[in-house]
Each structure stands twice: as structure tokens, then as C-alpha cells.
């Protein structure tokens, strides 16, 4: 069974288990969901590993973080395994998102269907764009932001995805932080200052390109 979230955060409530073992966490539900679907029941941790490019033991210490979930001579039973892992994420029930934003980037999240796969609902979007205001896109209704905080209320609203331009960012961010917003999920390519009690992921496209020329061409120096 999973620990207790009590036990993965300290007395200041900062995560004491570290974040590449998070990230790795998601990967190994994406992994084992893949497997169900192919219809596969349980698996091990050799065979996560060689999926992920990691080992076995790498994988059998990242889940030892939360808990016991494998069987002696039978190894992880996948829907057991999916459930464990959501129930640790907070994925095991759905969360409404709003989404600030509905320039190009903002109108492929929202048709985006992995959100909802995954357990996240985007059921509002804001903008400040009169041409946009009062409209439909992908099936979710387009509010200005000065609805925000009424809306936050009525849908039990805890995360926004932010797709604005970075000029803007941080001033949509005090918007959102002022009614009460946990979660911030910022694809502007800016850094913005929230309060501690407020948790910021960053998703700089570009960067991630960078980071991935770099490796690119560390490889090819190294041939």
C-alpha cells in the first residue's frame, strides 16, 4: 500500500522524495497503463526498466518511496500497481483546471484529450478578448478573466494552466494566486514569482528543445 502523505513531506511540507523519482513515478503509470491496454496483467520491475532506460533495481527504489506493491513470484499486478501509483498522485479523482489563455497554444491544450485520460478536466477558459468572450472552443465555455473568481468557486477550481504571453504572465498569476489557485501549470517562456504556499511547474518548450540540442550535440562530440 502506498505511505501516508504525511510521510512525504516534511515538517515544513516540502517533498523530501526526490523529483526525478515524481517524474519517473508518471512514467511508470503511463508504462503500465500501455500494458493493460495490450493486455497484460502484471509485470515486473526488469521489464519497467528496459521500457523506461532504467534498471531494475532503479525502479524497485523509486517505488519503495511509497510503499510495497509487489507480489513474491508474480511481481506487480498492473491495475493494482495503476491504482497505487494514482492514489499517491492525486490522479485518483478528477480535478477541474481552468486555463487562462486561448491564443493557438491554449486552443491545442484544450483539445488536447490526455488531460482528461489522466484525470484532469479543463472547465473553463479565460481570456480578455471580446472575440473569444462568450464563446464555445473545443466544448469549454470562454469567460473574461474578471470571472475568475466566481467561477474558481462554483467549479472547485484548484489548478490553472497558464498560456498568455510573457509580458502578461505574471500579472495573470497574482489574478489567479488572489482567488485562491493551488496549482499553476505556466507555459509562458518567463520565470514568475507566486507564494510558498503556491506550486509552480514551468513548461518552456523551447528550452526543452535546447536542452534536447545540447544532448544532441554533446553526443555527436563524443563519436
Not at 44 to 72: C, I, M
Not at 74 to 100: D, F, H, P
Not at 197 to 217: S, Y
Amino acid at each position: 500500500m502506498p505511505e501516508s502523505k504525511s510521510k512525504l513531506f516534511n515538517d515544513e511540507g516540502e517533498l523530501v522524495v526526490p523529483k526525478a523519482v515524481v517524474g519517473r513515478l508518471s512514467l511508470y503509470l503511463r508504462e503500465v497503463q500501455h500494458l493493460i491496454r495490450d493486455g497484460k496483467e502484471t509485470t515486473n520491475s526488469t521489464e519497467l526498466g528496459k521500457l523506461l532506460g532504467v534498471t531494475d533495481a532503479q525502479v524497485r527504489k523509486d517505488l519503495a518511496y511509497f510503499g510495497q506493491f509487489g507480489h513474491p513470484g508474480v511481481g506487480y499486478r498492473c491495475q493494482e500497481l495503476v491504482a497505487a501509483i494514482k492514489s499517491i498522485m492525486g490522479t485518483n479523482t478528477i480535478w477541474n483546471v481552468a486555463l487562462v489563455g486561448i491564443g493557438n497554444l491554449g486552443r491545442a491544450l484544450l483539445r488536447y484529450k490526455g488531460f482528461h485520460e489522466q484525470g484532469f478536466q479543463i472547465v473553463a477558459a479565460f481570456d480578455v478578448d471580446d472575440n473569444v468572450i462568450g464563446t464555445k472552443v473545443e466544448g469549454v465555455d470562454v469567460y473574461h478573466i474578471r470571472d475568475l473568481a466566481s467561477m474558481v468557486t462554483a467549479q472547485s477550481i484548484r489548478l490553472v494552466a497558464i498560456s498568455v504571453p510573457s509580458h502578461a504572465a505574471q500579472a495573470v498569476v497574482d489574478q489567479v494566486v488572489e482567488v485562491g489557485i493551488e496549482g499553476i501549470l505556466n507555459f509562458a517562456p518567463v520565470t514568475i514569482s507566486v507564494p510558498s504556499k503556491v506550486r509552480v511547474i514551468g513548461v518552456d518548450l523551447a528550452m526543452e528543445l535546447e536542452q534536447l540540442a545540447f544532448t544532441v550535440v554533446n553526443r555527436d562530440s563524443k563519436s
